[in-house]
């Protein structure tokens, strides 16, 4: 049972434009979503998150929307850089499950320079 | 550079042997969590310990096994090895015992091969 999904294994785009990453879950229990990145030969790094009580969360070329009634997420990049290349992982906790953290399958990003 | 430390970074070994993989936390991070990272798969979350106790439990085998010591330092154990055991597996840590706001700090990951 995959409580977080992400249906599109890679994306490409080109550089300077934008790239939106799409992640949808099931458990209607999550309060936190996080978007993380991940390079080759290095663990996750944190990116961005949205707390289920907001719709919005910008910080700087990085913008996460939620829609609760749907259930989704997604990830805006824009512009787009070769440097943003990577694979992006899109998490869901719960204040009620302590610290438990539920990991989607991922999106592999290329930015074409 | 996370803070968090993982050893070994790689390691081969055979079908039937026992292996473990060592994690040491963020400095005053209480909560470690471990998670599989197979072939073109997603994070399994197999394990979560806060502060010495099993606090959450995943996709884990009953081969596999892990702990965490008084100073913190976590290990996962993983018994009659299969070559599907292959994978990278994470150590990720947390400040934990507050709000679960998901946001972790992993290492580098300990890549194993099972032939």
């Known amino acids: 049972d995959q409580q977080v999904k992400q249906n599109s294994p890679s994306l490409s785009v080109q550089e300077g434009r934008i790239s939106i990453l799409n992640c949808d879950y099931t458990?209607?229990?999550?309060?936190?979503f996080l978007w993380y990145k991940k390079y080759p030969a290095e663990g996750p790094t944190f990116l961005i998150s949205?707390?289920?009580?907001?719709d919005k969360n910008e910080d700087g070329r990085f913008t996460v929307f939620l829609n609760k009634s749907a259930k989704h997420l997604s990830l805006h990049i824009v512009p787009s850089q070769p440097g943003d290349s990577a694979v992006y992982f899109c998490a869901a906790s719960a204040f009620a499950s302590y610290d438990k953290v539920i990991f989607g399958p991922g999106t592999s990003l290329s930015v074409i320079p | 550079d996370s803070g968090v430390t993982q050893t070994p970074k790689h390691l081969i070994t055979a079908t039937g042997q026992r292996v473990t993989l060592r994690c040491s936390p963020r400095?005053?991070?209480?909560?470690v969590y471990w998670y599989q990272q197979s072939l073109d798969q997603g994070l399994q979350f197999l394990i979560q310990y806060y502060n010495g106790e099993e606090r959450a439990k995943g996709n884990i085998l009953e081969r596999f096994s892990a702990q965490q010591f008084p100073d913190l330092h976590s290990e996962l154990n993983l018994s009659s090895l299969e070559l599907g055991d292959s994978a990278l597996y994470f150590c990720a840590s947390s400040v934990g015992g507050g709000v679960n706001t998901g946001e972790l700090f992993f290492g580098e990951g300990s890549r194993l091969t099972v032939l």
């Open positions: 400095s005053g991070d209480l909560s």
């Open positions: 458990n209607s229990m999550f309060d936190y």
């Open positions: 949205i707390s289920s009580i907001k």
